[in-house]
């Protein structure tokens, strides 16, 4: 181990590669107080852009929105070190790895699978979203899965990219009288409006490649064209083979998130609202691992009917102040 700090290797065994990333790599490590598993997530500070001065902006800005947000389909991180070259991250261990290595292993995901992964991204997406923050570098290799089961939950993860929605300045202009306005100023806040639109549109991607094991844009996917081209243009081929037995509610999905015009393109809302998302039964596992009720049984699912699961009105004890 190049010079871990002390705290660190003091408080956690580290053990052997699992991931490797583009600014750094994932190691397995045991915490020594419970030898629990963790994951520790190294990131070398010369491998971020330019100066240092960025690299720390960057990092910290990421280590300051994984600090703020909680939602079950959101990494956490449990402890964090630094050295003048690098920020050690101990994350909680996503045993299933990375869904990329998923999709690549299995080919095609079972569109129930697909749907129950994608709908806790939507989740998790609609979390960040309401909470001002725009991802913005959504992809297999940053969806993490927390078991080697189908059924399990998945978690988004690299903060790198991800955008703060600050209160701007031409949020402060468009809240006064428009008198001497010029009509761009307006335009600008549209297109400024649909940044977190690059989120759905990413989601449609991913999307694509769980149920197609294909992706929609890639090179010589159409002769002439290039891999901008095609997005900037939208063109992608179902290829039948590969999407005969997926839904036309699945496929009307992904042609309605991968919508190059940012204004008609499906919110992270509206895919929450589409009818291949109206499945209880999906829901209800979903909702079952993302707020599993003791949290000791992860896959308890009280049967509404069961008694003891709705209290008798007589055994509250209202105050008698009420
Ligand atoms: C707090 C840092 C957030 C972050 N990346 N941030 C960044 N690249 N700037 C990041 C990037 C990747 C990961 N990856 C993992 O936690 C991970 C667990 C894991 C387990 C595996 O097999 C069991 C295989 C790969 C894995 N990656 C966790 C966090």
Redesign the pocket.
């Known amino acids: 181990q190049s010079n871990l700090p002390k705290e660190l290797s003091e408080k956690y065994m580290i053990t052997k590669k699992?991931?490797v990333?583009?600014?750094?790599e994932?190691k397995?490590a045991f915490e020594r107080a419970t030898c629990k598993k963790v994951?520790l997530?190294t990131?070398n500070k010369k491998d971020f852009p330019a100066s240092v001065g960025t690299a720390t902006r960057s990092?910290e800005r990421?280590?300051q929105i994984?600090q703020k947000i909680d939602h079950p389909c959101l990494?956490k991180?449990k402890d964090f070190f630094q050295t003048d070259d690098s920020y050690y991250?101990v994350?909680e261990?996503?045993?299933?790895?990375?869904l990329y290595?998923r999709v690549k292993s299995k080919q095609q995901i079972k569109e129930p699978i697909a749907k129950l992964y994608f709908y806790q991204m939507l989740k998790a997406v609609e979390y960040l979203h309401n909470n001002g923050i725009i991802h913005r570098d959504l992809k297999p290799e940053?969806v993490?899965l927390s078991s080697h089961d189908d059924v399990c939950i998945i978690k988004i993860?690299?903060?790198?990219q991800s955008k703060i929605l600050e209160e701007s300045a031409l949020m402060r202009t468009l809240c006064g009288t428009p008198t001497y306005l010029a009509p761009e100023v307006f335009t600008d806040a549209v297109t400024v409006g649909y940044s977190r639109a690059v989120d759905a549109w990413s989601l449609g991607v991913v999307l694509f490649v769980c149920l197609a094991g294909y992706p929609p844009f890639y090179p010589n996917a159409r002769i002439g064209l290039s891999v901008s081209d095609q997005i900037t243009q939208g063109i992608y081929t179902f290829i039948p083979s590969k999407w005969d037995g997926i839904s036309d509610d699945a496929k009307d999905v992904v042609k309605k998130l991968l919508r190059v015009d940012p204004n008609a393109r499906l919110t992270i809302e509206e895919a929450l609202q589409h009818p291949w998302l109206m499945d209880e039964a999906m829901k209800e596992t979903a909702e079952g691992i993302m707020y599993p009720k003791d949290p000791g049984d992860a896959d308890a699912t009280a049967d509404p009917g069961d008694a003891d699961a709705t209290a008798d009105p007589g055994d509250a004890t209202a105050d008698p102040g009420d």
């Not at 990333?21 to 750094?24: L, R």
């Not at 993860?157 to 790198?160: A, G, L, P, Q, V």
């Open positions: 699992i991931g990333g583009v600014c750094g994932v397995l994951a997530k990131i990092a990421e280590i994984l990494i991180t991250i994350l261990l996503m045993e299933g790895g990375e290595d940053n993490l993860t690299d903060f790198n």
